[in-house]
């Protein structure tokens, strides 16, 4: 089993996607229990983009529920095509079908409309479902995903119960914004996702920047990594890293108090954190 981890490994790597050992043993264990994985941690650490990569490596198509509140099942798994409806009835009441005949047959899969999670437990060809964010839906939602999650179907009143074609390899991924219930936690395998140790941020600027200087990139993520050990409201993600990496390599490849200065609005997002680093950057900068 640890040379199959090894290899998944090997093979996210080749798709984009820089791992640990325990990230793609999560990972192997959802594929091989056919289990939901749970990912939590800060945002901008790479969650939603181990969905793109799984998607990717298994060539399924990835189908991406992104939560918000005030979800609900109509955004989330059907709603029924009024207009189609309603053009059916009057067809129908014009017509020897008549009234009742119309009436019986507009709850039918052919009036559905099929939002993410009902078009991903109905796909011919198994997919990645990709519940994104689900700590910013409210407990109602995390309630009515339990019986898709744990029995691979769905009801719908009107046609009873839908169970999967496939099975989709399923990703929720939570900022950690609020807590979520352990009837959910249950269902899915979990891992928390954070901040990557020195030499693995620098390997995935170096993927992301392959021209960049090995020196100037691990000044870079160094300064980075400093960074998030200051009182921020929001320390800089992995997705800020590279974006300021960028930013950095088009003024030239030296770390100076210009250069961060002119792009530090690339790695932080609140004015007060630019304060706050541009008032420490002759200690931050100290060789």
Known sequence: MIEAIEELKAQLGQNGYLTDDSLAAALYLAEKLEKPLLLEGPAGVGKTELAKAWSRLRKRRLIRLQCYEGLDESKALYEW???KQLLYIQIAALTE???????KQIFDQEFLLKRPLLSALTSPEPVVLLIDEIDK?????????????SDWQVTIPELGTISAVTRPYVVLTSNSTRE???????????FNIDYPE??????????????IDRKFASQLVEF??????????????????????????LLGSELTTDTV???LSALLKYTKDRELVNDKLPFLLKP
């Open 97 to 103: 079908k008549g009234w009742e005949t119309g009436r």
């Open 261 to 263: 200065r002119a792009t």
């Open 81 to 83: 095509n009024y207009q």
């Open 137 to 149: 839906s409210d407990q109602e939602f995390e309630s009515f995903l339990l019986e898709a999650l």
């Open 224 to 249: 980075v990594q400093n960074i998030r050990k200051q009182a921020l409201k929001k320390p800089p993600s992995v997705t800020e890293t590279i974006d300021w990496v960028a930013s950095m390599t």
């Open 198 to 211: 020195f030499e693995r941020e620098l390997a995935i600027v170096e993927l992301n920047a392959p021209d």
């Open 180 to 190: 979520l219930g352990d009837a959910l936690r249950r269902r899915c395998l979990h």
